[in-house]
């Protein structure tokens, strides 16, 4: 049986195309990996996103999993339901995301997510946050901006069992900026797979 792992995707290359690189990059350790295991790659696709046949990604999937609709109403009697547990019975209850059910009904075995997460997800999430620039060049952002992606980085963290950053320096700020949530801080720097066969071809061709 596949082990299935599934990468909420909000970027489709046409405003970072890095992020575009570190998803292909991963997608291409994964399935070297271990070639004794059968892992499947499926993407869900953020509302906003739309990936072309095209795209580097595509070719990498298995399988594209719709982003469930997000229904007002659901989400406004989720809300009523959650208050009521607080203020009546001292309850503190978080309702399970829809798409923690859809990716669980479809055995899923983890979430990656670079998405700031809502609600509660019953499967392992692996978070990523590329960098933190909005700590390092405030000017290069209106203080809203800032105030969102802190936020947006906070509620991953805490939602995420396994946080990664892409560089030393990278999970540095994250140590500092998120103390309570260091123990889940892991390194996957950028990085460029060499094709197998350019060690085969000759030398000299390859530098001119």
């Given at each position: ?10 970027n ?32 869900v ?10 795209s ?55 979430l ?60 540095t ?36």
């Open positions: 049986m596949s082990t299935q792992i599934a990468f909420l995707i909000d489709d290359g046409t405003r970072w195309t890095g992020g575009v690189q570190y998803l292909t990059n991963l997608f291409y350790a994964i399935r070297q990996a271990d070639p004794q295991k059968d892992y499947k790659i499926c993407a696709l953020a509302p906003s996103v739309q990936l072309k046949e095209a580097t990604l595509s070719v990498h999937l298995d399988e594209v999993i719709p982003f469930p609709n997000n229904n007002l109403w659901l989400r406004l009697w989720h809300q009523k339901q959650i208050r009521v547990l607080k203020n009546r019975l001292g309850i503190r209850y978080q309702p399970e995301a829809a798409l923690s059910s859809l990716l669980r009904r479809k055995h899923i075995k983890a990656f997510s670079a998405v700031a997460l809502e609600m509660r997800y019953r499967l392992p999430v692996i978070g990523w946050i590329p960098d933190f620039q909005q700590s390092h060049l405030p000017e290069m952002f209106s203080p809203a901006e800032v105030l969102s992606r802190n936020e947006d980085n906070r509620k991953l963290s805490a939602a995420a069992q396994i946080i990664l950053l892409s560089s030393q320096s990278a999970k700020d994250f140590e500092k900026l998120f103390p309570e949530y260091a123990s889940k801080a892991r390194v996957l720097p950028f990085a460029t797979p060499v094709p197998e066969e350019i060690f085969s071809e000759d030398c000299e061709r390859v530098c001119k």
